[in-house]
């Protein structure tokens, strides 16, 4: 209860004039019983006198009066304070206004329940300015989401959760999934435990870091079944604050290559299985054998070298000259 410096406890209306927020009370039947000056400023009235024993629906059009109405009724049947948006239009301006409304019961001296008393929250800028971000936002992510596909290979974000926020169509065909089944999942939720657990792993770095990461990243396809390879730059995102707000990536469908690098040491391995056997098969026909070709194709060289040396095409280039003259 509240007391002033004097002990003397003050009525409830003298402690309602006494908050800057919107006070009011009700009786049973909803016709207004109280209001303190800020109340009857944010109604738009007056005077007290233009709202006391009235109702809701005589002060403001029906819709919300009967919300205002519901709201009192459920805590007189309860007899449990609540908290509620409620909206009202201002009697003189005729603009809406928008309140956070706590309303509980009020008591007589036997404890019986006499009626409701609320206090009020104009949120009405608030949530104007939460109105305008929420189109911001949409124009943004319209935007975004227009920017993604343009990019010719896979492009997607994920929030500070690891959830998916969007992809667009190419990342989407690679990996065989749908956005709308996709929208809001981690993933762990999305891909094989190993593959998913390794993907968060990268994104959480970005986060950790706030620096870009080229790394490769592989799942599994659905409508498939394949192992689809992706070769991933990371970047962090940043809200216009520069606080980070998630993590978006750029991918590059990298399967065929790797089929092919596989293939390539496949075949590689097999060309070194067949030399090795080449090698074992002279080996196993002896030394000398081998040591004598080799000394023979020496010799060859050497014999090669040496006509050149002596410039044997050249002498007789010079003797037919000559023989051509005399005749």
């Not at 016709?31 to 009235?54: D, H, M, P, Q, T």
């Not at 227009?146 to 690679?174: C, D, R, V």
């Not at 939720?189 to 968060?200: A, F, L, N, R, S």
């Not at 990536?249 to 596989?262: F, N, P, V």
Request: hydrophobic share 35%; aromatic share 8%; glycine share 6%.
């Amino acid at each position: 209860m509240f007391t002033t410096s004097n002990n003397i406890k003050p009525s409830f209306e003298e402690f309602a004039e006494m908050l800057p927020e919107p006070v009011y009370s009700f009786d049973l039947k909803q016709r207004v019983i109280g209001f303190n000056s800020s109340a009857v400023k944010a109604a738009g009235a007056k005077s007290k006198e233009e709202l006391i024993g009235k109702t809701p629906l005589e002060l403001y059009p029906k819709e919300m009066a009967e919300d205002i109405i519901a709201h009192h009724k459920e805590v007189i049947k309860t007899g449990k304070k609540m908290t509620v948006e409620e909206s009202i239009v201002d009697r003189t301006t005729g603009k809406t206004k928008v309140f956070d409304a706590t309303i509980a019961p009020l008591y007589d001296e036997d404890k019986n329940i006499i009626g409701t008393c609320g206090i009020s929250v104009d949120t009405t800028e608030r949530k104007r300015q939460k109105g305008q971000l929420e189109k911001q936002l949409a124009f943004q992510q319209h935007l975004f989401e227009e920017f993604a596909e343009k990019i010719p290979g896979g492009f997607y974000w994920f929030n500070l959760q690891q959830k998916l926020m969007g992809a667009n169509s190419f990342i989407l065909k690679s990996a065989g999934m749908k956005l709308a089944e996709i929208l809001g999942k981690t993933p762990v939720e999305m891909h094989p435990k190993e593959m998913g657990e390794e993907i968060v792993a990268h994104h959480k770095e970005v986060i950790q870091t706030r620096k870009s990461m080229h790394c490769e990243e592989m799942i599994i396809n659905p409508e498939t079944g394949e192992t689809v390879f992706f070769d991933v730059v990371l970047s962090p995102l940043y809200d216009e604050n520069k606080n980070i707000f998630g993590v978006c990536g750029i991918s590059t469908d990298i399967t065929e290559r790797k089929k092919l690098q596989e293939e390539t040491i496949r075949q590689k391995n097999q060309l070194e299985k067949k030399l090795k056997f080449q090698h074992n098969y002279l080996k196993s026909a002896g030394y000398e054998w081998v040591d004598s070709l080799k000394a023979v194709s020496n010799a060859v060289a050497e014999i090669e070298h040496r006509l050149r040396r002596l410039d044997i095409a050249a002498r007789l280039e010079c003797a037919i000259s000559m023989i051509s003259s005399i005749s």
